[in-house]
């Protein structure tokens, strides 16, 4: 089964805005996937299937429960809000001050009709986009229908670091049986405050690369790829498995390095590369497969 890049947004009337809760995609069809967020999406836009939620605390907790949703654009550069990362997804950042008539950013939910499915797989990435001071957290919860309470998805929350570009890919993760064959479920990521005294600036959290299929053989299963790679002050970390060479290709598609991988472990410099994003292409067994490197 093949995915389908969901890029599109959903566009949303002045009618049907009161409306919170996102029409669910239909699993059986097709898995989704998620995988970009323009800056330049229009307010009252949002991700196939999905809405961002807000509430009015600048430092929510995971107990606090989201007030209203989302209205502004996705490229502000001054007080709390979602932003649109472009090929890093979308990221939640609060501070002391909202935008005008704005709560501050606190979830997005992605609506599921898991109906015909028997199994649910779930994989998704978070990303510290910016550091700051303040220890906070990104918590996946998940629930049936759009009333219930929800509850903790398991082995499921990212603390943020203090190292900028730090991530963590979660799963695959199989959902419990409950959520199969369901006219609507609901995940929801959301950002909070640890609530451990901390003080200062708060950190940028995003949330890219969401895949959901209806079992472990469809194709999430080629995005579980066995390495791993880590970029810190413009040094790329490669820890190859089975990876036979590498390209790194900028934005318009040229190559600015190549390399054949034969260590254990890669260390690869990168600071003859101005900032931006770029993509690596690893040649691993007969396969190419190609991510996203932003340097910065």
């Known amino acids: 089964m093949l995915f389908f890049l969901l890029l599109a947004f959903a566009i949303v009337s002045d009618f049907a805005f009161a409306q919170t809760n996102p029409q669910a995609y239909k699993l059986s069809g097709s898995p989704y996937y998620f995988n970009e967020w323009s800056e330049n999406s ?17 430092d929510p907790k995971l107990e606090d429960e989201m007030t209203g949703d989302w209205t502004s ?9 979602f932003n649109g990362l472009g090929q890093y997804g979308f990221s939640f950042l609060s501070t002391s001050l909202s935008q005008d008539d704005e709560g501050y950013p606190g979830a997005a939910v992605l609506a599921l009709d898991t109906r015909y499915c028997s199994e649910i797989y779930l994989r ?27 509850t903790n998805v398991p082995n499921s929350v990212y603390s943020s670091s203090q190292t900028k570009g730090d991530f963590q890919v ?20 959301k950002y909070c405050y640890a609530n451990d005294g901390s003080s200062g600036t708060r950190p940028q959290l995003a949330v890219d690369d969401i895949y959901v299929a209806d079992n ?27 990876i036979s060479s590498l390209e790194i290709y900028n934005s318009f598609g040229q190559i600015v390095y190549s390399s054949s991988v034969i260590s254990d472990c890669s260390i690869i410099n990168l600071n003859f590369l101005s900032n931006g994003l770029y993509f690596i292409v690893l040649n691993k067994q007969e ?10």
């Open 124 to 150: 998704w990435t978070a990303r510290t986009f910016n550091v700051g001071e303040r220890n906070y957290f990104i918590q996946l919860q998940y629930r049936i229908g759009d009333k219930s309470k929800f």
């Open 216 to 242: 472990l053989n469809s194709s999430i299963n080629e995005f579980s790829d066995n390495f791993e790679f880590q970029i810190i002050d413009k040094t790329l970390f490669l820890y190859p498995n089975e």
């Open 42 to 58: 229009p307010a009252k836009t949002y991700p196939v299937s999905m809405i961002f939620h807000t509430l009015k605390k600048s």
């Open 287 to 296: 396969r190419v497969v190609s991510k996203k490197l932003l340097l910065y």
């Open 73 to 81: 654009p996705y490229n502000l550069k001054s007080k709390a809000r």
């Open 170 to 189: 979660f799963g695959p993760i199989k959902l419990p049986d409950d959520y199969a064959n369901k006219s609507y479920i609901q995940l929801r990521w």
